[in-house]
């Protein structure tokens, strides 16, 4: 097949914005060369890519494995591009990162001062939940991602640059609030809201219970951790949460943290990439500038920095 990169870019707009107008607007085309290009693709492939429903464009089947494979070689392309602008002028490009929703409250504290040691840098930055973000990793969607837990089911390199302590919350009325020292057991038997099943909280609340021989009995349960502080606020149960998710309520005492034993539980953050990747200029300082600062710009987050 003898097509060229300019219609795989073409196609790539038009099948990502199923819009030809649209995708003519951002490539500073005409309608009608947008159109023509397509036709020619669809020609030399010998399959149609593109079907209209009424005013809908939709992709066909081979669209759909052509569209897959013209975002890998756009991928590979301003990859190349940015290691040659990195080799001449320094760190510079775009970074594409995904985090685990609990990693917001700290990650833009992080991403403001590597873009402030490296001011050439462009961020992409997209927050969801395990499952979303994976799906990101393993469709080479995203450079690299931030989470807790590293998965098992895609071939990575995962790398802890930070811990995460978790800890169990209530409101400042509650009648544990005073305890010097609660037993695992004693928590198990107050109603507990939890996050969703497959989170990584969710995952190392059930592995402390289980260590106790105790089962994770849940009053609700929540996929927003700041649901969860709401609701253990308004004294609907208690909870387990990273101390990373907890900065503005522990400052306003909102929320207290109890004095469980074996708490807090700590476990790392990760930074993961597929284990194939080839790591752009970028996303190879990023990584450094974790492993160098994390640790560091976390402790002043949370307020437990040396003076």
């Given at each position: 097949?003898h097509f060229?990169?300019?219609?795989m870019q073409?196609?790539?707009?038009?099948?990502?914005?199923?819009?030809?107008?649209?995708?003519?607007e951002?490539?500073?085309l005409t309608q009608?060369?947008?159109?023509?290009?397509?036709?020619?693709?669809?020609?030399?492939?010998g399959?149609?890519l593109?079907?209209q429903?009424?005013?809908?464009?939709?992709l066909?089947?081979?669209g759909?494995?052509?569209?897959?494979?013209?975002?890998?070689?756009?991928?590979?392309?301003r990859?190349?591009?940015?290691?040659?602008?990195s080799?001449r002028?320094?760190?510079?490009?775009r970074?594409?990162?995904?985090?685990?929703?609990?990693?917001?409250?700290?990650?833009?504290m992080?991403?403001?001062?590597f873009c402030?040691?490296?001011p050439?840098?462009?961020?992409?930055?997209?927050?969801?939940?395990?499952?979303?973000?994976?799906?990101?990793?393993?469709?080479?969607?995203?450079?690299?991602?931030i989470?807790?837990?590293?998965?098992g089911?895609?071939?990575?390199?995962s790398?802890?640059f930070?811990k995460?302590?978790?800890?169990?919350?209530?409101?400042p009325?509650?009648?544990?609030?005073?305890?010097?020292?609660?037993?695992v057991?004693?928590v198990?038997?107050?109603?507990?809201?939890?996050r969703?099943?497959?989170?990584?909280t969710?995952h190392?609340?059930?592995?402390?219970f289980?260590?106790?021989?105790l089962?994770?009995?849940?009053?609700?349960?929540m996929?927003?951790?700041?649901?969860i502080?709401?609701a253990?606020i308004?004294?609907?149960?208690?909870s387990?949460?990273?101390?990373?998710?907890?900065?503005?309520e522990?400052?306003t005492?909102?929320?207290v943290?109890?004095?469980?034993?074996?708490?807090p539980v700590?476990?790392?953050?990760?930074l993961?990439?597929l284990k194939e990747k080839?790591?752009?200029p970028?996303?190879?300082?990023?990584?450094?500038?974790?492993?160098?600062?994390?640790?560091?710009?976390?402790?002043e987050f949370?307020?437990?920095?040396?003076?």
């Open positions: 097949m060229t990169f300019r219609q073409i196609f790539e707009s038009v099948a990502r914005l199923l819009s030809f107008s649209r995708a003519a951002e490539l500073h009608p060369a947008v159109s023509m290009q397509i036709r020619q693709l669809e020609d030399t492939v399959l149609p593109l079907e429903v009424g005013k809908k464009i939709h066909t089947e081979a759909e494995e052509l569209h897959h494979h013209c975002r890998v070689v756009a991928r590979q392309l990859e190349t591009k940015e290691a040659m602008d080799l002028q320094g760190v510079r490009g970074l594409d990162i995904a985090i685990i929703s609990t990693a917001k409250y700290f990650m833009p992080l991403l403001a001062r402030d040691a490296h050439d840098v462009q961020l992409r930055l997209s927050v969801g939940n395990r499952e979303r973000i994976l799906e990101q990793l393993a469709d080479n969607d995203v450079d690299m991602v989470m807790g837990r590293p998965p089911e895609v071939s990575v390199i790398e802890p930070a995460n302590p978790h800890v169990v919350i209530a409101p009325g509650h009648r544990f609030t005073h305890a010097k020292r609660l037993s057991q004693r198990s038997e107050e109603p507990m809201i939890v969703e099943k497959g989170s990584g969710r190392l609340l059930e592995r402390l289980a260590d106790h021989g089962k994770v009995q849940a009053r609700m349960e996929s927003s951790n700041e649901t502080k709401q253990v308004a004294g609907m149960g208690i387990l949460l990273s101390i990373h998710t907890l900065k503005l522990l400052q005492d909102s929320l943290i109890l004095p469980v034993q074996g708490l700590v476990r790392d953050w990760h993961v990439h080839r790591l752009p970028v996303a190879r300082a990023f990584k450094s500038f974790l492993q160098e600062h994390a640790e560091e710009v976390l402790a949370s307020g437990t920095a040396k003076s």
